[in-house]
């Protein structure tokens, strides 16, 4: 497992955030059913609130390497922003 440590970078952290919120995105689209427009508001909402899921996750899981909090925290401020200023809202919202 340590192996694989030293090849997590800040793109395997954009790359698992555009697909987590890409994903998240049509899973929530097809949930709702027809009726709904591809590019609607919902649809974007879903999109950002998918924005959060996976930074967010590696995050709650970077206890576990230095190096990948470093990663995470050098390499990709805007998209943990983002998930923290998402994840600020949807606390807030509640």
Same mark, same amino acid.
């Given at each position: 497992?340590?192996?694989f440590w030293?090849?997590?970078?800040?793109?395997?952290?954009?790359l698992?955030t555009i697909i987590?919120?890409m994903?998240?995105?049509?899973?929530? =689209?097809?949930? /709702?059913g027809?009726? #709904? !427009?591809?590019l609607d508001?919902?649809t974007r909402?879903?999109?950002?609130d998918g924005?959060?899921?996976f930074?967010l996750?590696?995050?709650?899981?970077? =206890?576990?390497s /230095?190096d990948?909090t #470093? !990663?995470l925290?050098?390499?990709?401020r805007?998209?943990?922003?983002i998930a923290?200023?998402?994840?600020?809202?949807?606390?807030?919202?509640d």
């Open positions: 497992m340590a192996y030293p090849h997590i970078d800040g793109n395997w952290v954009d698992g987590v919120a994903a998240f995105g049509v899973i929530r =689209f097809c949930q /709702t027809p009726g #709904r !427009a591809i508001r919902q909402k879903d999109f950002l924005t959060a899921i930074p996750l590696v995050l709650a899981g970077s =206890f576990a /230095t990948l #470093r !990663a925290m050098q390499s990709n805007l998209i943990l922003s923290g200023f998402v994840a600020l809202i949807a606390i807030l919202e």
